[in-house]
């Protein structure tokens, strides 16, 4: 098959259910997992008679996601009804944002081979979610539940923009990066509080024209976004090269299968008959709001690798990878708090903490190593009281099993404190090189490189308790006096 | 039991002791009974309600009854009155039972007031004449066989013929004052947004009011006072300060009114004559007595029908969605599938005009025909509304007729649809334009049956629309 005659053209659409206590339009609680139909009012029931009542937590963090997206915050917005009949929504319309987004335009800018691309947003716009409906195998029954009908979401929708599946899985997942950062939802694609639908179409390199295009639906991850695009850019490819016209349809992807299947067609689509809720009053966001929403944000990646390279002055990629999660970071200038070399730090990070987290399966937030604790760790290296190899290999997975332990504590257990001070190494030196006259005279003579054989042999007999950097002051000395 | 004119003598003689409230809610059930073939209630608390009198009593003893105490209420089938049946006058709410209050029922109890029963009405509150409920025809306690208006018709017969005091309706397009003017009483619908719609069964949610029924201006200025004002669960109540409205009615100004009616209203075709003749004298009682009265050109009148029943029959097509038969009410037993499920419930359980004006609503909201429709008939309602606060700025009341005609007879109209909404023909303006209306009664017809003249007033002026309506009513 010949892909690289085509182009894709691809959208995505983009749920992200907020972090609030409480559901958009009710007081009913948003936890996630409790026992069917508890957190649901007469509100969220749509009884006879009740109305919306607008929480006002979901504007803040749908303006909080426009102003990290460069959008343009509406002044003044409305909600529509979406109307459709299905089980679990309620009240037989969804109410949200048609003509009004809270947000509209803006960019998420991803990073691919090293170049960057703006991917440009279309809107964000505030939304209620339905309810779930569980059909129950081997019968015709099928059970409601209602606790997640009104719990707040935002619809992130892009341009179509984004040519490749490489480029949707970077745009995705600096969009879970940057929810997380904003606290304005958990990210967290297995259990649908992110979930996201790609609109795919392609077309002949030089057309002007799109393709019909195919909406696919039900990826869990964003690695399953990648492959469901990419099995939907060679389906279509395949279709056109045999001479078959794409059918605008909605598609299914199986993870199983690695392949999409047709779900329904745009013809069988409902006319919504959105209108403007006459039960809600227009929301109007001051100006006054709109700075106090800009005071609350926490700061942005970007804002963070500019901190970290001009405050911390880190090299640029260890910038990156230190504002990779908000978690991490904060541990980072946690820990800087007490120790002045910030380069050390961040190679203590990206180093063997990163590799424990990984290998713990453990976020920053729940390492059991304190910043505090990691700090003195450090510090023991940094004044020469252990070495990084007895504090990386030896130490820290003692203060990971025994959690509050103090790392002087731990290095004095095992008895591998360095000494650094001269007294103490001076008598093991004196004694190398009165045990090795010869090699002395090799290095008189120019053969500098024995100098690794004296240190070896003076670590050796200190029993890596010298501070290596002392020992070799001391040794050069001593040698060049003889 | 002694004819009382009003709450505050009512008020009276309960601090004087000579009346209890259980003697008053023993007397209003006592005339229900009479009553029952007029079909205005669907439910009657007796015992409950002569629980709560029981207790007011003592209230009254220990000083610490509320501002209602003595005043017997009864309500229109579409508020929610906490574990009691709710139905819109519709088989699709079959054993329905509310788990809360209304926000304008929880002020009422809040106040001590009694609720004596939940009043028969047009099915989800469309209809003229009340013969859409699903509960069967009310009667007008005038003349048996003509109807009391609607769709609050329950709630005007039953403060027609005394079977409570009060009766707290909807006015979504002259529901409280076309029946109030077929039954012979005072009918209030409030400026839009007075009085909280929460836990009022929505029909059209831009146009619904709250009403009030009684036998005088001043009874209902009390309830007034009590229920409207701002509600943390309505975002579209105005948080405008409520006024003492009895107070304000204790003290009229003595001033003269600029006071406007419109030509198409006068010389409309369908306008009864002896309508048009109280109209007329009544115009002349003001001229009379030293106020302006003009006549304008209004050539919007005639647009206000078509965009009420455009916008309301949109919202409406959406309200009444959740009344699917999957959560609660009525579910057809014989359903396969979902499809089935919602076509056999739906069709089984809502009434004829309810279906003909969801399908009217989902027309004009739908794609093809939405700008043609729908935002035409928005553009409308703002020409509308701007040409009567320019009104407003010269003139402090319309007057009009509330109906074209007095109470016509069961089944007259109910052949053609057309005609029956010629019936809200002058009230549905008060709604388009949001601002607040009233109907008092101003004598009788040739047959004897009550005739109603309206009154308009600007945003939020019930206080002035309540003093002129008790000085037209002395006029009479």
Known sequence: MNLSKYTAVIGLEVHAQLLTESKIFAADSTAYGSAPNTNVSAITLAHPGTLPKLNQKVVALAVRMGLACHSQIARFMIFDRKNYFYPDLPKGYQLTQDRTPICKGGYVSIKLDGVEKKVQLNRIHLEEDAGKSMHVEGTDETFVDFNRAGVPLIEIVTDPVIRSSAEAYAFLTEVRKLVRYLDVCDGNMEEGSLRCDANVSVMLKDAIEFGKKVEIKNMNSIRNVQRAIDAEIERQIGLLEQGVAIVSETRLFNADTGATYSMRTKEELNDYRYFPDPDLSPVEISEHWLDEIRLSMPALPEELIQKFTTHYKLPFYDAEVLTDTKDIAQYFEEVCKHVSNYKAVSNWIMGPVKSAMNELTLTANEFPVSAVTLAELIQLVESGKISFSVASQRILPELLKNVGTSPLEVAQQLNVLQSSDEDSILPVIDSVVADFPDKVQEYKRGKKGILAMFMGEVMKRSKGKADPKVANQLLLKKLDEK | MKDYATLRDIQDDLARGTVSC????????????????????????????????????????????????????????????????????????????????????????????????????????????????????????????????????GSAVAVQAGMCRISVGSDTGGSVRQPAAFCGVVGLKPTYSRISRYGLIAYASSFDCVGIFGTNVEDVAHVLEVIAGADEYDSTVSKKPVLQYPKELSQPPNKKYKV??????????????????????????????????????????EYSLPTYYILATAEASS????????????????????????????????????????????????????????????????????????????????????????????????????????????????NVAGVPGISVPCGVDGKGLPIGLQILANDFEEANLLQFSAYLMKLN
């Open chain 2, 260 to 301: 406007a009616c419109f030509r198409e209203t006068i010389d409309s075709p369908g306008l009864q004559t002896e309508i048009k003749k109280n109209l007329l004298d009544n115009l002349d009682k003001l001229k009379t007595a030293g106020h302006t009265v003009d006549a304008l050109d209004f050539p919007l009148l």
């Open chain 2, 22 to 153: 259980a003697d008053l809610v023993k007397h209003h059930l006592r005339v229900i009974h009479l009553k029952k073939h007029l079909n205005a209630f669907l439910s009657v608390y007796e015992e409950e309600a002569l629980k709560q009198a029981s207790f007011i009593d003592h209230k009254i003893k220990s000083g610490t009854a509320g501002r209602l105490a003595g005043l017997v209420v009864g309500i229109k089938d579409v508020f929610a009155y906490k574990h009691h049946p709710l139905q819109a006058g519709s088989k699709i709410l079959d054993g329905f039972i509310s788990p809360y209050n209304a926000t304008a029922i929880q002020r009422l109890l809040d106040e001590d007031a009694i609720i004596i029963g939940r009043q028969n009405c047009d099915e989800f509150a469309m209809g003229s004449s009340n013969e859409n409920s699903a509960f069967g025809p009310v009667l007008n306690d005038a003349d048996n066989t003509r109807v009391p208006g609607g769709s609050s018709g």
């Open chain 2, 319 to 430: 309200n009444l969605s959740r009344f699917d038969g999957v959560r609660y009410g009525y579910r057809s037993p014989s359903t396969s599938d979902l499809q089935s499920l919602y076509k056999k419930t739906r069709t089984e359980a809502f009434g004829k005009e309810v279906q003909k004006r969801i399908l009217l609503g989902t027309f004009v909201l739908s794609a093809s025909y939405y700008d043609a429709y729908y935002t035409k008939a928005q553009r409308v309602r703002q020409l509308i509304r701007n040409k009567m606060q320019e009104i407003f700025k010269t003139y402090d009341f319309i007057l009009m007729p509330t109906a074209p005609t007095t109470a016509f007879k069961l089944g007259e109209h109910t052949s053609d649809p057309l005609e029956m909404y010629l019936a809200d023909l002058f009230s549905v303006l008060a």
